[in-house]
């Protein structure tokens, strides 16, 4: 199994264009999740889909932010218009669905806005 | 409030000698709680979980953690540190839903 995909790796953009981060989950799981990682706030749940449907999207800081799951095996976070303070490593996860079940991280998008 | 505390922000040890993570939780029932490890520019991986079965949990990588309902504590153990256990450790549960609550993490260095 190749895990968690995200894409791309690193991300560099200037203030004011528009960032897409990509997230392939595990064949199977049915929840996903995309969290943002800085060093001044620690790990954030920024949204979760269910059966691709959008469950919480309570943590995503404002209106530049939107996330999609369109089908099973894929969802987009994308962030427009992109600001410094977007800066930050933010990783998508899935799990299957229930509250014993762990959640499989993947290996992260770092986001650098100039 | 239901909420995860990670005592050591910070915590040192020598290679070969027992490490000791803790983590105390706060709810009115038995959460679901994580063990997570990140190395350095890594996703998070899983070390262990408890779910209300066996109170000693054993891990990957020689890692075991203890649910103590009567100190609200699930710590995480080893033996013996390798130098490969540098890395960042996050306390996880859920309390009742998909939504994670996390730590703020304990960062390990392991000293040769």
């Known amino acids: 199994d190749a895990g968690v995909i995200q894409s791309p790796r690193h991300e560099v953009t200037e203030m004011g264009q528009e960032v897409t981060l990509r997230c392939k989950p595990i064949?199977?799981?049915?929840?996903l999740f995309w969290y943002r990682q800085t060093m001044m706030r620690g790990l954030e749940l920024l949204i979760y889909?269910?059966?691709?449907?959008?469950?919480?999207d309570s943590g995503m800081p404002e209106d530049r932010f939107s996330a999609k799951m369109p089908n099973a095996s894929f969802s987009t976070l994308k962030i427009q218009p992109s600001e410094p303070r977007d800066s930050a490593v933010y990783f998508c996860?899935?799990?299957?669905?229930?509250?014993?079940?762990?959640?499989?991280f993947g290996p992260g998008t770092r986001l650098t806005v100039l | 409030a239901q909420s995860v505390t990670q005592l050591d922000s910070h915590v040192s040890v020598s290679e070969g000698t027992p490490v000791l993570l803790r983590c105390n939780y706060s709810?009115?029932?038995?959460?679901?709680l994580f063990w997570y490890v990140q190395h350095p520019n890594k996703g998070l991986q899983l070390l262990l979980k408890?779910?209300?079965?066996?109170?000693l949990v054993k891990g990957i990588n020689g890692f075991e953690a203890e649910f103590k309902k009567s100190e609200t504590s699930f710590h995480l153990t080893k033996p013996s540190a390798h130098m490969s256990d540098a890395a960042e450790y996050f306390c996880?549960?859920?309390?009742?839903?998909?939504?994670?609550?996390f730590g703020t993490g304990t960062r390990l260095t392991i000293i040769p």
């Open positions: 064949s199977g799981h049915n929840s």
């Open positions: 996860a899935s799990s299957f669905s229930g509250v014993d079940n762990e959640q499989f």
């Open positions: 709810s009115s029932y038995s959460p679901s």
């Open positions: 889909f269910n059966n691709n449907v959008p469950i919480d």
């Open positions: 408890y779910t209300s079965a066996a109170t």
């Open positions: 996880i549960s859920n309390f009742g839903n998909e939504k994670l609550t």
